[in-house]
C-alpha cells in the first residue's frame, strides 16, 4: 500500500514542531526505519505573531503560512499539519491557495473530547488569549455538544506568561509548576470537568498527571490521526473549511 507523505506546516514556535514530530514517530507502528512515515517539515519562525494579529493589529500571517503551505506541497506532501492552534484562525485563507487538505487539530481534539466525556460536560480551554478570544475552540466544542469555558483574566495572564516561557525555551520545573498551579486553580473556579491544553507550547510542560481531570493533548492526538491517514487508515482529510476569524474586533499573550 503507498504510504501518505505528511507536510508539517511549523515553526511556530520550533519546540512545538519537534514535539509533533517526536509524537508522530512515537505513533507510528515501526521496528526499523524503513517503517516510519515520510514526513516533511517546514519550520519558519519568522511567521508573525498570530495572537498580535488578532488582537492587536499585527501583520498578517497568512502569507507566510501560505507561503509554507505551497513549499510543502511542491515538496510532494499529501496532507497538512499545522502545530500552532492560533494560526487555525488563519487557515481558512491558506487553505484555498493549495490543494492538498490541512488536518485541523481543533476539529481532531473536539472529536475526541466528544467520544471521552458525556454531552454538555464543561471543557476548559488553556490557550493564548488569541486562540480564547477567536473562540477557535469555543465552536468546534459547542458543535459536538461540549460546553467550553475560558480562565479569568489572572489565569488567562498566567497561562499566556507560561507559554512566552516555553517559548523562550524554558521547560524546567518552576515552569511546570506555574502551569499546574494555574491548572488546577481553573478547574477549582470552573468545575470543569476536562482541560485542554489548547496551545502547542503546553503539552511540553504539562502532563495529565497534573490535573484531576481529563487532559487533551492536541498535539498527540494530531499525530495520531496523521499516522492513521499516512498509512491509509483513514481517507485523507475533506480540505478546510475552519470559520473565518475577523480580527481584534471580534477575537488577546502572544502566539
Not at 507502528?29 to 519568522?46: E, F, G, T, Y
Not at 503551505?69 to 497538512?80: C, I, M, N, T
Request: glycine share 8%.
Amino acid at each position: 500500500m503507498t504510504r501518505r507523505i505528511i507536510g508539517i506546516l511549523g515553526g511556530m514556535g520550533p519546540l512545538a514542531t519537534a514535539d509533533l514530530y517526536q509524537k508522530i514517530i512515537a505513533a507510528t507502528p515501526a521496528s526499523r526505519d524503513q517503517d516510519h512515515l515520510h514526513v516533511i517539515i517546514d519550520a519558519d519562525p519568522s511567521v508573525p505573531d498570530r495572537t498580535e494579529a488578532l488582537l492587536y493589529g499585527g501583520p498578517d500571517p497568512t502569507p507566510w503560512l501560505v507561503a509554507g503551505a505551497r513549499r510543502l506541497e511542491q515538496a510532494g506532501a499529501d496532507f497538512l499539519l499545522v502545530p500552532c492552534n492560533t494560526a487555525h484562525a488563519f487557515l481558512s485563507r491558506v487553505q484555498p491557495a493549495v490543494r492538498i487538505p490541512i488536518l485541523s487539530m481543533v476539529r481532531e481534539t473536539a472529536t475526541w473530547l466528544a467520544e471521552q466525556v458525556g454531552p454538555g460536560q464543561r471543557v476548559g480551554v488553556l490557550a493564548t488569549e488569541g486562540t480564547v478570544r477567536s473562540r477557535l475552540y469555543h465552536q468546534a466544542l459547542e458543535a459536538v455538544g461540549l460546553q467550553p469555558v475560558a480562565p479569568e483574566p489572572s489565569t488567562q495572564a498566567e497561562v499566556s506568561a507560561v507559554i512566552a516561557a516555553v517559548k523562550a525555551g524554558h521547560v524546567d520545573a518552576a515552569v511546570r509548576a506555574r502551569i499546574r498551579a494555574a491548572a488546577l486553580a481553573f478547574v477549582e473556579h470552573t468545575g470543569a470537568q476536562a482541560l485542554v491544553a489548547a496551545c502547542t507550547e503546553l503539552p511540553l510542560v504539562l502532563e495529565p498527571t497534573d490535573v484531576p481531570v481529563l487532559l487533551a493533548d492536541p498535539t498527540a492526538l494530531l499525530a495520531r490521526a496523521a499516522v492513521a491517514i499516512a498509512l491509509g487508515q483513514r481517507p485523507l482529510p475533506e480540505p478546510l473549511q475552519e470559520p473565518a476569524v475577523a480580527q481584534a474586533e471580534s477575537c488577546g499573550g502572544h502566539a
